[in-house]
């Protein structure tokens, strides 16, 4: 990491209940999603001087991604992925944030991710 890179707070594994898929059948039942989550800071940690008003409190993070995955149905994963993103940026003050979000339906598979980065 250089000195100019904004440090970063990682929420990983964070579990997701929603209602989503492409068949209306899949949608009717409730899921768990897991997502990765790393917000960049607008400044380094060293600037916070131990006060959680100098970062982004990533309880409330998880308090509101939850909340927003469980508003309503979506029959994408990608949907939900920029919304979450979106949503971040709007109501947490982070200049970037990454989301890996991951469902567990292919057979066959752990699972599958979309992932995607966004900035203010």
């Known amino acids: 990491m250089s ?21 209306a059948e899949e ?13 960049r800071l607008a400044s380094r ?6 006060e959680i008003t100098g970062t982004t409190d990533y309880a409330a993070v998880a308090v509101r991604l ?6 309503r149905p979506r029959a994408l994963i990608e949907t939900l992925a920029a919304e979450m993103a979106a949503c971040l940026l709007t109501e ?5 944030v990454s989301i890996e ?3 567990r ?7 599958v991710a979309v992932s995607l ?4």
């Open 3 to 23: 000195i100019d890179t904004p440090d970063c707070i990682h929420l990983r594994g964070l579990e997701l209940p929603t209602l989503i898929g492409v068949p």
């Open 27 to 39: 949608r009717a039942c409730w899921q768990t999603l897991t997502v990765d989550v790393t917000l």
């Open 45 to 50: 940690f060293e600037a916070m001087q131990d």
């Open 66 to 71: 939850r909340a927003l995955a469980a508003e």
């Open 92 to 96: 947490f003050s982070i200049p970037s």
């Open 101 to 103: 979000l991951r469902k």
């Open 105 to 111: 339906i292919l057979p066959g598979t752990d699972h």
């Open 117 to 120: 980065t966004r900035t203010r």
